[in-house]
Nanobody, 125 residues
């Protein structure tokens, strides 16, 4: 599985961005997909996860109500719509695929098997 994240950029506080993560390889529709982020000097942290069929989503408390994760299995793509961005949202955002535990939406990075290259989100105050 190869993952390609895109859509990052520079935005003012209060603005919006939509991240995309395109997956190659077979059986994308069987994987739970997550978004994580990592700011300089900090550990990688969970942002959101969506189950393989899109039936369930979970969010970090810090983004709940502002971010929305979705997926289009026909396009092998997962999205992260980010609204009301804050300076503290600034980080490199990574998408990840969990192929080992489709019955449980994981929030820990070490539960994920494949990672995209990351896309930078910069929020100016």
């Amino acid at each position: 599985v190869q993952l390609q994240a895109s859509g990052g950029g520079l935005v003012q506080a209060g603005g919006s961005l939509r991240l995309s993560c395109a997956a190659s390889g077979r059986a994308f529709s069987r994987y739970n997909m997550g978004w994580f982020r990592q700011a300089p000097g900090k550990e990688r942290e969970f942002v959101a996860v969506i189950t393989w069929n899109g039936g369930s989503t979970y969010y970090a408390d810090s983004v709940k109500g502002r971010f929305t994760i979705s997926r289009d299995n026909a396009k092998n793509t997962v999205y992260l719509q980010m609204n009301s961005l804050k300076p503290e949202d600034m980080a490199v955002y990574y998408c990840a695929a969990d192929i080992g535990s489709p019955m449980k939406a994981q929030t820990r990075p070490n539960e994920y098997d494949y990672w995209g290259q990351g896309t930078q989100v910069t929020v100016s105050s």
